[in-house]
């Protein structure tokens, strides 16, 4: 089992910044990828940023040069720097990671963590 664990989100006002973590722990694994997904109320779950492990990174248009996404320097920890915040940037955000046990492949999420972002 991998375990994933956010931390970081809060209230912050449009134009403000937050970072959020993300930290994986387990045994006996490999990550392929890391991403943030977030939720808003009465939406569908989307993709915000992934990198991957060779450090490759995409992101959702509507936060390409706002949100930035990188490794932690704690390994198998994954960070969101998130600028120039907007309202509709609230949601909750999920950490996901996808992983390799051995010749399996998974993919785990985090308990999500809220993000609100008043006007």
């Known amino acids: 089992q991998v375990h994933l664990v956010e931390s970081g989100g809060g209230l912050v006002q449009a134009g403000g910044s937050l970072r959020l973590s993300c930290a994986a722990s387990g045994s006996d694994f490999s990550i392929n990828a890391m991403g943030w997904f977030r939720q808003a109320p009465g939406k569908q779950r989307e993709l915000v940023a992934v990198i991957t492990s060779a450090d490759s990174t995409a992101y959702t248009d509507s936060v390409k040069g706002r949100f930035t996404i990188s490794k932690g320097n704690v390994k198998n920890t994954m960070l969101l720097q998130m600028n120039s915040l907007k309202p509709e940037d609230t949601a909750v955000y999920y950490c996901?990671?996808?992983?390799?046990?051995?010749?399996?492949?998974?993919?785990?999420w985090g308990q999500g963590t809220q993000v609100t972002v008043s006007s």
């Open positions: 996901n990671a996808d992983v390799r046990r051995g010749s399996v492949r998974m993919v785990y």
